[in-house]
């Protein structure tokens, strides 16, 4: 088994994986899809990704650690501005409303403030790993944790490991970090679990997903 540590930490950062019409809300923690879409984003991978969505979602496991509490903010945002009627395709991106009319629409946006993780990814699949690693390293298209306002603060990769405690470790000792919670799929007595429907199937216009089991433990 390898492990690989990675580190998110940025001013802000949107998790949004319930978000609806005017609200784009934002979880407390990466979705697996969000982890999964910056690989792909990483290794400059684009479509559908069917196979590969197929190959991390069967061979990686994936342990979520927050490091910090929990601040929200939420932002306004006007859409629907400045765009030609003339023109079709700008005529498109304009708000419609039920009695035919239109006009700029006002978007809630949350995010979260000051947040800090650390994701370790494992697998007995030790080439997939160094290539997800590597990846990380020498990303070939830019990296945003949720929106591209939401820019790392610093570097994600935090290297190879031969355990998972080694792994946390680095947090510890770099960054003197300890875990608020911890988010995975392994079992934990109780703990608190749930599901959610934030693992890709299918990527690209028409994207598909599926729930999974989750367990949220408090340190």
């Known amino acids: 088994m390898k492990y690989l540590a990675l580190y ?11 978000s609806k019409f005017d609200t784009k809300s934002t979880d407390e923690y990466p979705s697996k899809s969000a982890i999964i879409g910056m690989i792909c984003t990483a290794l400059g991978k684009s479509g559908e990704q069917i196979e590969f969505l197929k190959l991390l979602n ?14 929200y903010m939420t932002d306004f945002q006007t859409i629907g501005c400045g765009y030609d009627s003339n023109t079709y395709w700008e005529r498109q991106m304009i708000p419609h409303r039920m009695n035919n009319g239109s006009s700029p629409q006002l978007v809630n946006k949350e995010y979260l403030v000051g947040q800090k993780y650390g994701i370790i990814i494992s697998s007995e699949n030790e080439d997939l790993i160094n290539e997800i690693g590597n990846g990380f390293k020498h990303p070939i298209w830019p990296i ?3 929106r591209k306002c939401n820019i790392p603060d610093s570097r994600i990769f935090k290297g190879y490991y ?3 405690n080694d792994a946390l470790n680095i947090f510890k000792e770099k960054y003197n970090l300890e875990p608020k919670f911890l988010i995975t799929e392994q079992t934990i007595n109780n703990a608190n679990y ?3 429907n934030d693992v890709p199937v299918q ?17």
């Open 8 to 18: 998110f930490s940025a001013p802000t950062m949107s998790w949004g994986t319930s």
């Open 58 to 71: 069967e061979e990686i496991n994936f342990n979520v650690y927050c490091f910090s509490d929990i601040h």
């Open 144 to 146: 945003f944790f949720g």
């Open 162 to 164: 031969s355990s998972e």
């Open 203 to 219: 990527f690209g216009k028409n994207k598909i997903y599926k729930r999974r089991l989750i367990y949220k433990k408090y340190f």
């Open 194 to 196: 749930f599901y959610k």
